[in-house]
């Protein structure tokens, strides 16, 4: 029951729930969603520019990097927050957390366009 009102919330600021910073739970977890879109475009950006700026045979090491990468984050993003998974502010903290490794991935990614693949 509780993890269907969870998945309720989440559905609902999916649907379009305005984002208001500091506003209601659905309100703040729309914005958590939205913020995680924009990230998440962000890094599908710099992805491309590193792939675009590697040779062809360091390519797809990336590749296996990166989607090892997403499985990795994914996984931790829900394991980290299953614990909250029955309360109303879940999306808010899964999407925050996805946010956090998206960031992180980001440096990894700049040392891959600067510097290239690691040794």
Same mark, same amino acid.
């Given at each position: ?42 890094? $599908? #950006?710099?992805?491309? %520019? ?6 062809? !045979?360091?390519? =797809? ?39 956090? $490794? #998206?960031?992180?991935? %980001? ?6 366009? !600067?510097?290239? =693949?690691?040794?």
């Amino acid at each position: 029951m509780l993890l269907a009102a969870a998945f309720s919330t989440y559905a609902h600021a999916q649907a379009g729930a305005d984002c208001v910073p500091g506003g209601t739970v659905q309100q703040t977890n729309a914005c958590a969603i939205k913020d995680f879109q924009q990230a998440d475009t962000d890094h $599908q #950006i710099l992805y491309g %520019d590193v792939m675009r700026a590697l040779s062809a !045979h360091e390519r =797809p090491l990336l590749r296996k990097e990166q989607s090892e990468w997403t499985r990795h984050r994914n996984t931790l993003c829900k394991q980290s927050q299953a614990p909250f998974e029955a309360q109303a502010d879940w999306p808010r903290r899964y999407h925050q957390c996805l946010i956090q $490794q #998206i960031r992180a991935r %980001d440096d990894v990614l700049k040392q891959w366009l !600067h510097q290239g =693949p690691p040794p």
